[in-house]
């Protein structure tokens, strides 16, 4: 079964770091490329990063360059986003997606076609 | 950034129903259109991509149109399992953006 299921997330400090995984089963992780996207409680969904196959291209939202770091381990078929100088409004559900498919057009996106179940991260004092 | 507005923002319907729901980018993308379900407490559900192309799996009743910058979702018959949030995203360019969502709410 392809499968993303998502952890560390929790109750973090402002200002303070988190660390999200992303375990990836079911299918060769190191074709897709990989994405985050996080959703704050009762908005819309909001594109926070994306990371090519082989982690050549790596993309950021603006409200989090500088801040966050995704990164890929192939070997281990994991995902991971590092949340640093975390602040109130990164509060959301944070999900992994795989791009649809594996070969992706230079500087295009894809659409999302495997999400994991979500980890809620709470930025508050 | 590619600013991407749904509308209705919300509105209710009865299972049977014929329902269309419009997304519209600010700029050109092309056909580089996906759209999603969401349920409550649940992770999006991909329904179309490439604008018109149904994902596998995704029941017929559901179609998309549209290219360049107006799009459309249209649900044919409306089930009781589709009540729920629509989001459209443009993955044209970086960075990718969504619309900010349709709930489609049981009147």
């Known amino acids: 079964e392809v499968q993303l299921v998502e952890s560390g997330g929790g109750l973090v400090k402002p200002g303070g770091s988190l660390r999200l995984s992303c375990a990836a089963s079911g299918f060769t992780f190191s074709s897709y490329s990989m994405n985050w996207v996080r959703q704050a409680p009762g908005k819309g969904l909001e594109w926070v990063s994306s990371?090519?196959?082989?982690?050549?291209?790596?993309y950021y939202a603006d409200s989090v360059k500088g801040r966050f770091t995704i990164s890929r381990d192939n070997a281990k078929n994991s995902l991971y986003l590092q949340m640093n100088s975390l602040r109130a409004e990164d509060t959301a559900v944070y999900y992994c997606a795989r791009d649809r498919h594996p070969i992706a057009a230079a500087g295009r996106g894809d659409a999302f076609d495997i999400w994991g179940q979500g980890t809620m991260v709470t930025v508050s004092s | 950034a590619i600013r991407m507005t749904q509308s209705p923002s919300s509105f209710s319907a009865s299972t049977g129903d014929r329902v269309t729901i419009t997304c519209r980018a600010s700029q050109g993308i092309s056909s580089y259109l996906a759209w999603y379900q969401q349920k409550p407490g649940k992770a999006p559900k991909l329904l179309i991509y490439?604008?018109?192309t149904l994902q596998s799996g995704v029941p017929s009743r559901f179609s998309g149109s549209g290219s360049g910058t107006d799009f459309t979702l249209t649900i044919s018959c409306l089930q009781s399992e589709d009540f729920a949030t629509y989001y459209c995203?443009?993955?044209?360019?970086?960075?990718?953006?969504f619309g900010q969502g349709t709930k489609v709410e049981i009147k």
């Open positions: 995203q443009q993955y044209y360019s970086y960075p990718l953006t």
């Open positions: 490439a604008a018109s």
């Open positions: 990371i090519s196959s082989s982690s050549s291209y790596i």
